[in-house]
């Protein structure tokens, strides 16, 4: 999955379970999937996509920044892939 369609999706379940738009939360979910996807791949950013519109279905609101990064970080991890030097999900 491409980062484009991850966040087309997000915004899908946004949409139907919370309403309105929140563009900080898509800028850093954005930055978040295009992170996982140049370390670990599509299917890595397959699997944060399904965290994150997951967790909007089930509990009607966005999950956390701080929770998306974290789990990148994990998934990424899961894909046995490592994050750059400079990468800001390093230090989460």
Known sequence: MDVD???REVD???AKEIGGEDEGFR???RAALSTV???AGGDAVADL????AG???EEAERPAPRAVDERAA???REHGAELPENSYLRNV
């Open 37 to 39: 996807e140049a370390a």
């Open 55 to 57: 967790h909007v279905r």
């Open 49 to 52: 996509t399904r965290f994150v």
């Open 74 to 76: 994990e998934i990424v």
């Open 5 to 7: 369609t991850a966040v």
């Open 27 to 29: 800028e850093s979910l």
């Open 12 to 14: 899908e379940a946004v």
